[in-house]
């Protein structure tokens, strides 16, 4: 029986007998750029973070480095709960704009490129500020 399906097909492989998984057909190839713009996305997000001006550093910290709730964050800084909010949501806007820059005009990445680094942010450490902020601000 395997002879004649052999001969019939000549050049298609023979499906496992021993039903052992097969690799999906559909996987993606590994990303060979996450790793590459991971770096450079890292370095222009520490450049971002050292041009805020210190209380902007210091809630950032509070916020994602000790994961303080915004109304303890407020307490510390002696803000409401919605400045404080409004603050972080503002600075989140200001880093994003100047990690974009810094990776067009320092880096000399293209849009597509850009697109690609903020495509990873959600599951790549080089965008998480817990890393990045030190506890103390």
């Known amino acids: ?7 019939a097909r000549r050049f298609e492989p023979l499906p496992e007998q021993d039903g052992a998984a097969q690799p999906a057909a559909n996987v993606p190839p590994p990303d060979v ?3 590459r713009y991971q770096p450079v996305v890292r370095a222009a ?3 971002a973070l050292a041009a805020l001006v210190a209380r902007d550093r210091l809630r950032l910290s509070l916020y994602y480095a000790q994961e303080l709730t915004l109304a303890a964050a407020g307490r510390l800084l002696g803000e409401s709960e919605a400045t ?3 603050k972080l949501e ?10 974009e820059r810094q990776l067009r005009e320092t880096d000399g990445l293209s849009d597509a490129q850009v697109t690609a680094c903020f495509d990873y942010a959600p599951t790549d450490p080089a965008f998480d500020l817990a890393q990045a902020l030190p506890p103390d601000g």
């Open 33 to 35: 750029d996450r790793s």
């Open 45 to 47: 997000l520490l450049t």
């Open 90 to 99: 503002r600075t989140r806007r200001d880093l994003r704009a100047a990690v």
């Open 84 to 86: 404080v909010s409004r």
């Open 1 to 7: 029986m395997v002879d004649y399906h052999r001969a």
